[in-house]
Nanobody, 124 residues
Framework: QVQLVESGGGLVQAGGSLRLSCAAS????????MGWFRQAPGKEREIVAG????????YYEDSVKGRFTISRDNAKNTLYLQMNSLKPEDTAVYYC?????????????????WGQGTQVTVSS
């Protein structure tokens, strides 16, 4: 079991940056592949980025490649998402998620653990 708590969301102007954090409880964080998902009003939840348990493999959705960076600090049980060059279309609730596997997947249904979400709003 792991509990996830996101922080770092807020309101930012287009072109700005935010850094999301996800603090995980428990001593088995290192065993979980993690992902950042987002859900905008009226849209389905989609993966933004994912990272394997050790951090050696990452995945990025096409629209965020080159702008977002996912990372993790297993010693601190924390997942991060650095978001640069933000656009209004990045506006959404962002969730961190974990799965009991070392391998990243893009399917939300395969992540068993979810945070409560943090709102990111990008103004034009």
């Amino acid at each position: 079991q792991v509990q996830l708590v996101e922080s770092g969301g807020g309101l930012v102007q287009a072109g700005g940056s935010l850094r999301l954090s996800c603090a995980a409880s428990g001593r088995t964080f290192i065993n979980y592949a993690m992902g950042w998902f987002r859900q905008a009003p009226g849209k389905e939840r989609e993966i933004v980025a994912g990272i394997s348990s050790i951090g050696g493999r990452t995945y990025y959705e096409d629209s965020v490649k080159g702008r977002f960076t996912i990372s993790r600090d297993n010693a601190k049980n924390t997942l991060y998402l650095q978001m640069n060059s933000l656009k209004p279309e990045d506006t959404a609730v962002y969730y961190c998620a974990g799965r009991t596997s070392t391998v990243v997947t893009t399917s939300a249904g395969l992540y068993a653990y979810w945070g409560q979400g943090t709102q990111v709003t990008v103004s034009s």
